[in-house]
């Protein structure tokens, strides 16, 4: 990390501007490489070193360096990257340390696009299931019931057709069909609503660090827990991966967190689509989000534990 003297509140963005300016070439002297050579050649230069270390991350970085690059190409543009102020630290700070992470749990594209395809399909036969249960039910009921007399004549024991309105036959066979054909529709709409709600856990599941904050979304919401003043414990859950016969229960790691105040519970994987263990840099946000303003004692000592074991996964390269 770059360091700022308290006496120049600027100087941060300044040094940063220096060896930004350094791997774009030499923009004083009206000399601007093409972007395809400033990439190639950017990771091989010491300058590089510390914009990536200021920036955080590689993809920032090179984000930065873009910035500057147009701002070489275009010099009267207001860029802030050239602004030497204390607004220029607030705002590369800001950049390059964005406080909301999301963490990579969710479902990737191509399985979002297949469960959408099943799910149209699903919902599309139970629709028409639906509406032929339905009219089954009515259409039977009415046929069923206009073979019985209307009243003016009936049949007696002996099979004869005599006047007078005919006996209650209470639950008739009609009553029967319309039942079935309602229970039909019934399984029909329960059928189309898990397809709904199969999709909707497709491409709503998600999580995301914001400082401290974990957020988790599911199909039909959200929770949210501080993981520096939550209950955090490790765990295993059961998880499912294939279908048919080829389907395979895996044992993955998941962290819980229970929200003293409010009660809310949280349960993290800690592995996502394909079972890959989360990335280096998402296990060590966690860690340190669980550690952040915890005095170690006896009641916390479990939380410290959980965040050890998360140091050790983003430190393991065979995880």
């Known amino acids: ?6 006496s120049d ?22 000399v601007t490489p093409a972007w395809h050579r400033v990439t190639r050649r950017m990771t091989g230069q010491p300058a590089w070193g510390s914009v990536a270390r200021f920036a955080g991350s590689a993809a920032v970085a090179r984000a930065m360096v873009r910035a500057v690059y147009d701002q070489a190409l275009h010099p009267a543009a207001d860029d802030f990257l050239l602004a030497p102020s204390w607004r220029t630290a607030a705002k590369l700070r800001a950049m390059s340390h964005p406080s909301r992470l999301a963490l990579s749990i969710g479902a990737t594209t191509g399985i979002k696009i297949f469960a959408t395809v099943v799910a149209t399909v699903m919902i599309g036969i139970s629709a028409v299931g639906a509406l032929f249960a339905f009219g089954f039910s009515f259409f039977a009921r009415t046929t069923v019931n206009s073979t019985v007399s209307d009243g003016d004549f009936h049949l007696d024991d002996s099979g004869n057709l005599v006047p007078g309105p005919a006996p209650d036959p209470g639950f008739g066979i ?24 199969f999709v909707l856990r497709v491409w709503r599941t998600g999580a995301w660090l914001d400082g401290t904050v974990l957020s988790v979304r599911g199909a039909l919401g959200t929770k949210t827990c501080d993981l520096s003043t939550a209950l955090v414990s490790g765990g295993t859950q059961l998880q499912r991966v294939g279908a048919g016969d080829s389907r395979t229960l895996y044992r993955v790691q998941v962290l819980h967190a229970a929200d003293p105040r409010s009660g809310v519970r949280i349960t ?28 170690r004692t006896e009641a916390t000592e479990s939380a410290f534990v959980v965040a050890e074991r998360l140091h050790d996964y983003a430190r393991d390269p065979f995880a």
């Open 1 to 6: 990390m770059l360091s700022r003297p308290a």
């Open 268 to 295: 993290l994987p800690l592995r996502g689509a394909g079972l890959a263990m989360l990335p280096a840099d998402q296990l060590t946000a966690l860690a340190e989000a669980i550690t952040r303003g915890r005095t």
């Open 174 to 197: 009609g009553d029967g069909f319309s039942v079935i054909g309602l229970g039909g529709a019934a399984c029909a709409t329960l059928v189309a609503l898990f397809a709904v709600y």
């Open 9 to 30: 509140p600027g100087s941060t963005g300044t040094s940063v501007r220096i060896v930004t300016l350094q791997l774009v070439g030499s923009a004083s002297a009206g």
